[in-house]
Structures are given as C-alpha cells and as structure tokens.
C-alpha cells in the first residue's frame, strides 16, 4: 500500500490489487465509499474505493467477440454473471514505478502466452500506465494504455470510483441519452434523455437503483452531499463521452464511472458512437479525470 499526501489530503493506493485506490481523504472526510464485491473474485475482498477499467469497460456479452477476422472467448471474471466486466488490470499486481509525496505512477503489462494463459482475459497484449496525483484542487487520475502487441486491438478505458450516496445526496449531469438494461446490465434500448433519465438539473439518489450508460456525457458530474461531507465535482477528458451510474442507495453508494464506449461496445458495430478505439502497435490512448472536493466543507472544531 502506498500513501500519498498534499494540502489536507491523503490518498492511498493498492498497486497489489490492481491500482485500486483505497480511501481519498480531503480534510478528515472520507470521500470515497470502498466497496468490497465478493463476486469479484480477483479482488480477494478487499474494500476498494476506486479502480481502473481496462482494456475494455464494463461488459462483454458472454465473453465472445470478433476482430481481425478472428473468433475470441473470454473467461468470465466475476461470480454469478457469464459476461466478462471491466477488463483484467483490476486483476492483478502493477508495479511502482515513480513515487513521490503527492504523486505515483503504476504500470501493468499483459502478456497472453503461447500455450493460451492470459488469453481468457484479453487475447492482445498491452501496457497500462495510471498516474495518481494530489494536486490543490484535488485528485488527479490518468490512464494510459498503449498497444504492445504486433496486430491492431480494440481498446476501451474507464474508471469505476464509489462515492457516498445518504439521504439528500444529489447527482447532475448533462448527456444526450442513455441505454436501458437486461437483469445482466447488457444494452437493450437507447433513449433521449428526459424525464426521469434527465439529470442536468439534479436528481435525488435516495430510491434511485440505476445500472446505466449514459451516452454524450458532457464531462462534468456533480454529485452534492448532505451534512457535513463535501460535495465534489468530476470532471472528464473528451475521450470519456460516455458515463455509467451505478447507484445502490440500499448499500449506501453511487459509482460515477467516466467510460470511453458502452456496455458490450465491441459487439455493436450497427451503433454509432459506440466508442471502440482501435491502437494500432504501439499506439497509445489515454485521458485524465479530475475529482474536486468543495474546500469550504471541513470537519467541525470541538
């Protein structure tokens, strides 16, 4: 574990269960809300409070897809679900390769072998490079994941943070529309967003049980607090024009995930703006999302 600190805050980081970060601190308040999936076999119950999503986000419908004219089969990574979510760097140890006070550089590599190990997990070999930085106006996350192998592959990156959601907490947002789900979490509908799938003014999150990918996502949520923890603000690079919400108010938490693509993107070619991107080797892509906590709200004195 490896702990990090600027200006009132404290950030700690688990390079052994996949760069999940643990608990980001601003002024005595824990902003983070770790969760500990036990279906998530490979992060052997550890209560994370954010962790990246490559090299592709959220799901993959059974696990199957086609690229470059060939059939591949992933292995389902998480209990009771047969689609494959989230990409495999969440599962396993990354190396530190810059550390400084305020500032650490992880890095994982991906190497599918010969005999077919690692292929059940992705069938392309990669590099992943996260940067987790306290700067004065908060935590700054980039990701990195350049094409190592010697044939295009199909790339997707995301990050999954878990924040407080109580009565009175509030999320806004702007996007253009948003995709229903199956009992899986797998698209089945696109819809304007309105109604009660419009968040640009703020919607309650108390009774809200959402599992959604929101398309054109604006880059900017703001998720406000009630009490006396602070509201906080994400902000996204361009590439992430997609969001996924997943809000559990029985479990007390809302996951505001920035995504480059949707659900089981690599298997909808008929959708535009799905989102897959295509490295060839050595090529890179990447992006920084920024989380901002309000400096006004500190712990009471006494």
Known sequence: MLELKRDGQSLTILPETGAALGQWQVHGHDMFRPVANPALRNQKG??????PLLPYVNRIADGHFAFGGEEHRLLPNMEGCPHPIHGNGWEHEWQVTHRADSHAILTFDHTPSDDG???????????????????????HVSIVIRNSDTVDQPVGLGFHPFFHAEAGSRLKFAA???????????????KV???????????ALEELRLDNGFVG????????????????TVEADRIFSHLVVF???????????PVTSMTDAINRPEVAGRGVHVLAPGQSLGGMIRFRADASRRPAEG
């Not at 253009?176 to 696109?190: Q, R, Y």
């Not at 967003?193 to 919607?203: N, V």
């Not at 949520?221 to 906080?232: K, S």
């Not at 809000?247 to 995930?257: L, M, N």
């Open 176 to 190: 253009d529309s948003v995709w229903l789900t199956d009992g899986h979490g797998l698209p089945t509908e696109k």
């Open 247 to 257: 809000s559990q108010p029985e479990e007390g938490y809302v996951a505001i995930e």
């Open 46 to 51: 550890v209560a994370v409070g954010a962790y």
């Open 117 to 139: 190990a690692g292929r059940g997990e992705w069938p392309y070999a990669y590099r992943a490079v996260m940067s987790y930085e306290l700067r004065a106006d908060g935590l």
């Open 193 to 203: 967003c309105e109604g009660e799938w419009d968040f640009s003014k703020g919607q």
């Open 217 to 232: 996502f604006a880059g900017q949520a703001r998720l406000e607090q009630p009490g006396g923890l602070p509201g906080l």
